[in-house]
């Protein structure tokens, strides 16, 4: 699946809920948003990193971008209800096993009062 990256939050750099990008399908449809808002190309935009959670979130909804701190999970919120309608019943599935992997590999991994 092709994918389109969002860029670090240069106030959050390490906010575990931004998503590293977002499928391809769900921005191409905002594109004349994304020309409108940053006066180029979604193709062109992705090679040069993509745009901020903000950003796309704005240009998912058609409108200007502003800085929105609820951005990151009102994105996240956006990302779920694309992939339940693209995957459909096997989108629950492919959540249970990502968290059955990420539960699983932090188990593993000692908590930084533990090193």
């Not at 992705?46 to 903000?54: E, F, H, N, S, V």
Request: charged share 40%; proline share 5%; hydrophobic share 35%.
């Amino acid at each position: 699946m092709r994918k389109f990256p969002v860029l670090n939050n240069y106030r959050e750099k390490d906010d575990f809920r931004r998503p590293k990008d977002i499928p391809w399908r769900m921005i191409a449809p905002h594109e004349n948003q994304a020309k409108l808002n940053h006066g180029q190309s979604l193709e062109e935009l992705a090679k040069r990193g993509g745009l901020c959670d903000w950003e796309i979130l704005a240009v998912l909804e058609d409108r200007k971008y502003k800085i929105n701190e609820e951005a990151v999970t009102k994105l996240n919120k956006l990302i779920v209800e694309f992939c339940q309608k693209e995957w459909g019943d096997t989108f629950n599935d492919r959540v249970e096993a990502a968290k059955n992997f990420l539960i699983e590999g932090v188990k593993d991994k000692p908590t930084p009062e533990e090193k």
